[in-house]
């Protein structure tokens, strides 16, 4: 993984919880951040055009963002959050009797699930609830009374500020920092103002870095920028012979990420959650396929799309769906000795294919062999190059191999189409 120069870790110090960067610009961090801007550097804007390599980079790994950026704007996960919100019984019962505890109570247990950052209620042109955390991309809502009429609005978010720049960060190997907010964020890169545009340079110390941004609404509005930052050291493994060739091993790069991050960190929870399931250590101890089947089924619930136990050679258990990919494995130990083994997977086909979409903007085929498991192109892609350009009912792609490995193993070809021109 590429990873920023020491100078700007330093600048960096004053990182908040979730990983974001801060605010990018002089935007009003809290009066209590006062060693925000102790360490900051030296900070000087230098040319770097769009047309160069690194300019290039960024220009696409900014449309990265802007891809994970609406994925909270439309789409499963803001669907999810008003569903959420607006079937609350409880909500609606502490909303119709103008209860603002039993609302904040309400409210309170809607944010635990996860699926929203922040919700502000207001009835009747007043603020009932607000709470949450600092948030991107408002979502505005209506909550109906029994009777069917509405008896208040809402605005929540999916996006908290640093869930937003982690994720874009874990797929883009870039800094990500928000500029726009006042008193929200610690701010660790005091910029001057005049100092940064849209897109560009900036030399931090002795180290040149390219960036660029997208346009963003702040919560519970405001206009915001989000800045990606990489050095341009870094930018020169993702240089082609051509800008075309350039967005494509940036987006290839950008892909690779979003397949490692299946079989990454992001796993070792589950595994975990499986190593210390009591249940599942005794009967496999007894090597007994039923108890151990029971026991899988049970542990389907969190994020594991698919569970192979296997005691010695023999496989006890193997439950999920037929087309996973990003396996890994890990031993079962109970009283200290190895009584098994597991392979496990959190993603499969459909996942990833949801991913690169949401996520990057990007097509996918994958094969087994020379079978065609899942394809989000489109009826009938006939034969697709392992690299080149494709053309699908008129739509010019560039196509690039990213060789994945199925469940419980052995090769998943994925081919990934990057519409021209990316956007």
Same mark, same amino acid.
């Given at each position: ?22 605010? &990018? ?16 550097? !030296? $900070?000087?804007?230098?040319? %770097? #055009? ?28 803001? @669907? ?24 904040? @109570? ?8 996860? +699926? ?17 955390? /600092?948030?991107?991309?408002? &979502? ?12 208040? #609005? ?14 874009? +960060?874990? %797929? ?78 940036? &987006? ?5 990420? $979003? ?30 396929? !039923? ?18 136990? %296997? ?15 990003? /396996?890994?494995?890990?031993? &079962? ?20 294919? +949801? ?30 190059? /392992? ?10 792609? +560039?196509?690039?191999?990213?060789? @994945? ?5 052995? /090769? ?12």
């Amino acid at each position: 993984m590429i990873m920023p120069g020491r100078t700007l870790r330093r600048a960096a110090s004053a990182i908040v919880a979730g990983g974001l960067l801060g605010v &990018l610009g002089g935007c009003g961090a809290s009066a209590q951040d006062s060693s925000a801007t102790t360490t900051t550097p !030296a $900070i000087t804007p230098v040319p %770097i #055009s769009a047309s160069s390599c690194p300019g290039t980079v960024l220009a696409a790994l900014s449309r990265v963002v802007r891809h994970v950026y609406l994925d909270g704007l439309v789409g499963e996960r803001p @669907a999810e959050a008003r569903v959420a919100i607006e079937h609350s019984a409880a909500l609606r019962a502490a909303v119709e009797s103008d209860d603002a505890g039993a609302a904040r @109570a309400a409210v309170d247990a809607l944010l635990a699930t996860g +699926r929203m950052a922040h919700v502000l209620i207001r009835r009747d042109g007043r603020t009932l609830v607000d709470l949450g955390v /600092p948030a991107v991309g408002p &979502l505005q809502g209506t909550i109906v009374g029994a009777g069917g009429a509405p008896i208040a #609005s809402y605005l929540t978010s999916v996006w908290s500020d640093s869930a937003l720049a982690a994720e874009s +960060r874990s %797929i883009t190997e870039g800094m990500i920092a928000l500029r726009g907010k006042t008193g929200a964020i610690e701010e660790s890169l005091a910029v001057p103002p005049a100092a940064v545009g849209t897109r560009g340079g900036l030399e931090l110390g002795q180290s040149p870095y390219a960036y660029a941004s997208i346009p963003a609404e702040g919560f519970p509005s405001g206009n915001v920028r989000v800045y990606v930052l990489r050095s341009v050291a870094s930018t020169d493994q993702l240089c082609g012979a051509s800008r075309d060739a350039t967005i494509l091993d940036t &987006l290839a790069r950008v892909a690779t990420l $979003i397949y490692d991050g299946e079989r990454g960190g992001q796993t070792t929870p589950q595994i975990e959650r499986v190593q210390r399931y009591g249940p599942l250590l005794r009967a496999v101890a007894r090597r007994d396929p !039923a108890a151990t089947r029971r026991a899988v089924e049970s542990l389907l619930t969190q994020h594991v799309v698919r569970l192979r136990v %296997i005691a010695g050679h023999t496989v006890l258990a193997d439950v999920g769906g037929p087309y996973v990919l990003a /396996p890994v494995q890990a031993p &079962l130990l109970l009283g200290g000795r190895t009584i098994g083994r597991i392979v496990l997977s959190i993603q499969d086909d459909e996942g990833y294919k +949801r991913l690169t979409r949401r996520l990057a903007g990007l097509r996918v085929l994958m094969y087994m062999g020379h079978r065609l498991v899942k394809n989000s192109l489109g009826p009938e892609p006939g034969t697709v190059p /392992p690299s080149g350009a494709y053309v699908y009912r008129g739509r010019e792609f +560039r196509v690039f191999t990213l060789d @994945a490995e199925a469940f419980p193993s052995g /090769p998943l070809t994925i081919r990934v189409l990057v519409p021209i021109p990316y956007s």
